[in-house]
């Protein structure tokens, strides 16, 4: 069942986590910054029995072993440290407990396994590039049977009441509103829709997204001042590619002053009305975050490429010269 909730992807993950969870123990899975916001809320907004499986940025926690009657919440697709799960194989099949994926950056983009997600977020603006502030929330019938027979300790806020006497409130997921979404943004989100539709469906956006990637990594293997933050190739996000500076001048500035070179960088590019919002998200380490998502042109990559180059030799040379 597929609904509109009247919140963000961030929104819709939260109304799943309040409303679903409590039943069983819950492993956790971070490894950026919205990952961690899940963490924080279940350790220390929420009473549940949490077991936290969390990473630094570039790399995935351990997936092996999660015990079966768990519940399990975690990103798909990372994106502040453009750091992905590889595949499903991971989640179990004989599973009792339900997995909530964060999938912002992913639908759309990645062959999802729907079998083994059992409750999936994503927002229009991401992959689709529709209007911000709408979230998608998709749930399985097991999700649903929890839904129906469990009802959690703690007060929900009206906005995250998805049940009605009992029952699943299935207007909610049949065009039924809980808040008035803008009706333009709606629309807005069909024409996109209609869109890739008619560039062929969502196997046409995976492959767009795959050689978007492709190219950057290209220009990325070819560079010695830059490299992907994802440590492994098989998890590198194919959407929200994070690139982190890797030239020994870079790497010896304290992290304040490395905001600073990034944050220069983005500054020139956007004066030069070459790419604009690149920097990384304020919360990772310094960075530059490409979209690469199936919107992109690839050839609007193939002439950004020269530029990256252009900023990072003009900056570098300037803090040498200004003894950073």
Known sequence: MIGIVPASDTGAVEMALWSLLGARPVTVMAWESFGLGWVTDLTKQLPLDVQTRIADYGVLPNLDTIPKEHDIVFTWNGTTSGVAVPNGDWIANDRAGLTICDATSAVFAYDLPWEKLDVCTFSWQKTLGGEAGHGMLILSPRAVERLESYTPDWPLPKLFRMTKNGKLNAGIFKGE???TPSMLCVEDYLVALDWVE?????????ERARKNMGLLQSWVD???WIANMAKSEDTRSVT????EIVDPWFKDLSAEDQNGVVKDMVTLLEDQKVAYDIKGHRDAPANIRIWCGGTVELGDLELLTPWLDWAWDRIKRKGLSDGI
């Open 198 to 206: 008619r560039i062929g469906g969502l196997s046409a956006m995976i």
């Open 222 to 224: 070819t560079r010695d």
């Open 177 to 179: 509103t809980i808040n």
């Open 240 to 243: 929200s590619v994070c690139l």
